[in-house]
């Protein structure tokens, strides 16, 4: 029983055939460090969670930072030991969210028609030429918003209303820089979705339009509302886009009555600055480790890291739950 051997049914044929299973030391080699890679980087999640709340920690641990203070003061200025996360975490989700105005509807469009529009030629073209956008430097982003997009705003709506720094151009392009990632896991989405579908729409007389809307965008909805929610997570975490073109110092606000005067606190054409923006701009030389400006930084991490947790939380949500199997 250790050696299985079996002859060939051919005459003529001599030949035997071992059927003992052979040691495949390169195969054993490549799935060895594929493990030990997937564990390096979970470790390395751990680690970075594990320094964050530690640190974290610390700050909330001081006499001077409560935690009532933390999630409802209107105004963050470390100087005066004022810790309201308020107007960072709104400057955060105020750009996110005209990010996502800009880039949803642009990167389905271009997912409808990379996936029922264009030629087997022009998608294998035109995607990768796309994504290539993805790979361009945040601060050429940051700058372009600083020198190009603002300079639009102002001549549209006028330089007394539309500051230098302002939301609304750093928003804007971070739209544009998380359309690739959008329109490509959009796209994989609705080409993931079966011919019949389309065919059977077609059999009904439907336009490839109306297939496109009505068919295969309602098939593959959890790709797409996890494209989306993906989007979302890197606008939230764009850093140097905010650094440059939003703003250099926190919108603080005297009181809730003084934010939610006019909606002052929802003006897209003043500056602000984003949890991740404050976060680059106060961790210079020139801050003492230990300090508290210096632990504030891990405080706003672990929030951007929750943040960021929740939102891929919700996205697996949505595929589970809205999942069409074929």
């Not at 151009?169 to 979705?193: H, R």
């Not at 959890?222 to 703003?247: F, L, N, P």
Request: glycine residues 8%.
């Amino acid at each position: 029983m250790q050696k299985d051997i079996s002859k060939a049914a051919a005459p003529g044929i001599k030949a035997e055939i071992d059927l003992r299973r052979r040691p495949r030391r390169g195969e054993q080699i490549i799935q060895s460090t594929l493990w030990l890679c997937g564990l390096l980087s979970v470790l390395i999640t751990v680690g970075i969670v594990v320094v964050l709340f530690f640190d974290a920690l610390a700050f909330f641990g001081l006499d001077e930072v409560t935690l009532a203070e933390f999630f409802t003061g209107t105004a963050w200025q470390p100087k005066i030991l004022q810790f309201g996360l308020f107007p960072l975490f709104n400057a955060t989700v105020l750009t996110s969210a005209i990010g996502l105005l800009v880039a949803v509807p642009l990167g389905l469009m271009i997912a409808i028609y990379l996936s029922e529009y264009a030629s087997p030629r022009a998608r294998n073209l035109l995607k990768p030429t796309m994504e290539i956008l993805a790979g361009v430097p945040t601060v050429v982003f940051g700058y372009f918003a600083l020198n190009f997009i603002t300079p639009i705003l102002q001549g549209v709506f006028g330089r007394d209303v539309v500051e230098i720094f302002n939301v609304a151009s750093a928003g804007i392009v971070i739209g544009i820089l998380i359309i690739p990632t959008i329109s490509s896991m959009s796209e994989d989405a609705l080409s993931a979705t079966p011919r019949a579908l389309r065919e059977g729409a077609y059999a009904l007389g439907a336009t490839r339009l109306e297939t496109a809307v009505r068919v295969v965008l309602p098939a593959a909805i959890s790709g797409i509302a996890a494209a989306v929610i993906v989007g979302m997570a890197r606008a939230v975490g764009e850093t140097m886009v905010v650094a440059i073109a939003a703003g250099a110092g926190p919108r603080n606000f005297s009181a809730w009555g003084d934010a939610l005067s006019g909606l002052s606190f929802l003006n897209p054409f003043k500056a602000a600055e984003t949890m991740t923006g404050h976060m680059v701009r106060i961790s210079g030389g020139d801050l003492s480790y230990d300090s508290i400006d210096y632990n504030s930084i891990f405080a706003i991490g672990m929030m951007l890291f929750l943040m960021t947790m929740m939102l891929n939380l919700i996205s697996r949500w949505i595929v589970r739950r809205f999942r069409e199997e074929y």
